[in-house]
């Protein structure tokens, strides 16, 4: 079974914070997501990265970072934590034009 | 013209009864198609993929119709288990794209 892994399943962080969203891929997939998932608006794609070292915007990026450095392992960062930023974020991986698979998501709350 | 369209219900059905969804995507030249079920305050999780000849797994049917460009899932003896939001997924297949997602039809099964 693919493993997807988020380091937290509940965040809170204060405005103005730096925040670092870890997730880690157990199966060698190239492709890796970052998306947030708020009600009514469904995902919305923030990055995405097909290889190492390489990142593509997603629809919105403004705000966060991300940084891939191995293969297994996509981080998101908030460089300046902002209230709209309270969200539900999931990660997913996959292989190239297939089916992707979701980590089991980081419910971020930012005072 | 929005790239995956999906109608968000609720869909209200008792059980036992049969109920279909349908999902619209705009580019013509996608070529693979997912649907994915969600349940409250989790991760989506991949359901079936949609084939040009139609799908079947259990009580889930699939269907794609490439010249009317909508994919359908066709539920049979809804169970109070498949309760849940449906998204539908598409693959718009052009270098340095993501899956696209729609926002999700909500079925709740009552008994």
């Known amino acids: 079974d693919v493993k997807v892994t988020q380091s937290s399943r509940y965040l809170v962080k204060r405005t103005g914070e730096k925040v670092f969203l870890e997730c880690v891929q157990d199966m060698d997939h190239e492709n890796m997501f970052w998306y947030r998932q708020d009600p009514g608006l469904g995902l919305r794609l923030i990055y995405f990265?097909?290889?190492?070292?390489?990142?593509e915007k997603g629809d919105i990026p403004e705000g966060y970072s991300v940084s891939r450095e191995k293969k297994e392992r996509f981080s998101l960062i908030l460089e300046s934590a902002s209230t709209n930023q309270t969200s539900m974020y999931l990660c997913?991986?996959?292989?190239?034009?297939?089916?992707?698979?979701f980590g089991n998501g980081t419910r971020l709350t930012v005072t | 013209r929005k790239e995956v369209e999906q109608d968000p219900g609720p869909f209200n059905v008792p059980e036992g009864a049969t109920v279909a969804f349908n999902c619209t995507y705009s580019n013509s030249a996608s070529q693979s198609f997912f649907w994915y079920r969600q349940d409250c305050r989790k991760e989506p999780k991949l359901l079936m993929s949609?084939?040009?000849s139609g799908n079947e797994d259990g009580r889930f049917t699939a269907q794609l119709n490439r010249a009317s460009q909508y994919i359908s899932l066709l539920i049979r003896d809804s169970k109070l288990s498949d309760s849940a939001t449906y998204l539908c997924?598409?693959?718009?297949?052009?270098?340095?794209?993501?899956?696209?997602f729609g926002k999700g039809t909500t079925l709740s099964v009552s008994s």
């Open positions: 990265s097909y290889d190492v070292k390489m990142k």
């Open positions: 997913a991986s996959g292989p190239a034009n297939s089916p992707l698979h």
């Open positions: 997924v598409v693959n718009p297949n052009q270098a340095g794209t993501a899956l696209i």
């Open positions: 949609v084939y040009s």
